[in-house]
């Protein structure tokens, strides 16, 4: 039972655009989510993160979007660039809990 | 550094042999979690702990899994009779679990992962 998805596993996209992550979830009861982004080797880092009870939260080029209707949340990068290229994963949880971590999709952001 | 560190980095072992990874938090993070992830697939939570409550064991796949976490800090993840399927990258992550105040976001801050292979 995966209660976090990202359907797409690879986005390309040509730098200075906008990139579009997108992320589905099945539990109405998750109080936040958090986008986390990997490079190889390398454990994943924070990027930025939304409470349940707010539907948009920006932080310089990242915006998060969260439609609680819909059970979605997207992550929009703008203007992409060359260095955002890595594997980015949503997660979901509760205050002082476990995350469940959708499946991952590797940006590519080509020059 | 003030990092999440784990060790080893990367560990060969034979099928049917023990091993343990360790993982030092954040000083002071009350939370410590551990995550694996297998080849192609995102990350699969196994066990975390908060403070001196008893640990969720809720995502450790088998009996052959077990965790323990010393004083509140040092932790050690021990897979007994290793298989082929528990080749992973083994993640571990800490936090501060936020207690006032508006909506605490559980941020985790993760090492460097440990990439065991069972041969």
């Known amino acids: 039972d995966q209660q976090v998805k990202q359907n797409s596993p690879s986005l390309s996209v040509q730098e200075g655009r906008i990139s579009i992550l997108n992320c589905d979830y099945t539990n109405s009861m998750f109080d936040y989510f958090l986008w986390y982004k990997k490079y190889p080797a390398e454990g994943p880092t924070f990027l930025i993160s939304i409470s349940s009870i707010k539907d948009k939260n920006e932080d310089g080029r990242f915006t998060v979007f969260l439609n609680k209707s819909a059970k979605h949340l997207s992550l929009h990068i703008v203007p992409s660039q060359p260095g955002d290229s890595a594997v980015y994963f949503c997660a979901a949880g509760n205050q002082g809990g476990k995350l469940i971590f959708g499946q991952g999709t590797e940006l590519s952001v080509k020059p | 550094g003030a990092g999440v560190s784990q060790s080893p980095s990367n560990k060969v072992t034979e099928k049917g042999k023990d091993v343990e990874l360790r993982c030092d938090p954040i000083?002071?993070?009350?939370?410590l979690y551990w995550y694996r992830q297998s080849l192609g697939q995102g990350l699969e939570f196994l066990i975390y702990?908060?403070?001196?409550?008893?640990?969720?064991k809720s995502g450790l796949p088998s009996d052959r899994f077990s965790a323990e976490r010393t004083g509140g800090s040092v932790s050690t993840l021990t897979i007994q009779r290793t298989q082929q399927e528990d080749s992973a990258v083994y993640l571990c992550?800490?936090?501060?679990?936020?207690?006032?105040?508006?909506?605490?976001?559980?941020?985790?801050?993760f090492g460097p992962g440990t990439r065991l292979t069972v041969l």
């Open positions: 702990f908060q403070g001196n409550s008893a640990p969720d």
């Open positions: 000083s002071g993070h009350t939370a």
């Open positions: 992550a800490s936090s501060l679990v936020g207690t006032s105040g508006g909506p605490a976001y559980n941020e985790q801050f």
